[in-house]
């Protein structure tokens, strides 16, 4: 069983940066891969972000590639997604996830909500 947490949520500006922090219980996290997706009001949950167990490939949607980055420290059991040149389509609920593959959750955290006014 994993659980998730996530903090670092809050409300920017255009095109400022943010930080989102996912911390994770368990003794076996390091051997999941870890995502985060993120669900806009009226929209359904997508995907955003993945990472390998151990690290070493990562993933991003189109619509974040280049902006945001993915990272891991097992040491610390969390997952970070850095989130620059935010814009205001990326204003969502954004959630932690851990499952054996990237974009294949089984464990979900409870979300964050990032705003990102115009």
């Known amino acids: 069983q994993v659980q998730l947490t996530e903090t670092g949520g809050g409300l920017v500006q255009a095109g400022d940066s943010l930080k989102l922090s996912c911390s994770a219980s368990?003794?076996?996290?390091?051997?999941?891969?870890g995502d985060w997706f993120r669900q806009a009001p009226g929209k359904e949950r997508e995907f955003v972000a993945g990472?390998?167990?151990?690290?070493?490939?990562?993933y991003y949607s189109d619509s974040v590639t280049g902006r945001f980055t993915i990272s891991r420290d097992d040491a610390k059991n969390t997952i970070d997604l850095l989130m620059n040149n935010l814009k205001p389509e990326d204003t969502a609920v954004y959630y932690c996830?851990?499952?054996?593959?990237?974009?294949?959750?089984?464990?979900w955290g409870q979300g964050t909500q990032v705003t990102v006014s115009s």
């Open positions: 990472i390998n167990w151990g690290g070493r490939s990562t």
């Open positions: 368990g003794r076996t996290f390091s051997s999941y891969a």
């Open positions: 996830a851990a499952g054996p593959y990237y974009n294949d959750p089984l464990y």
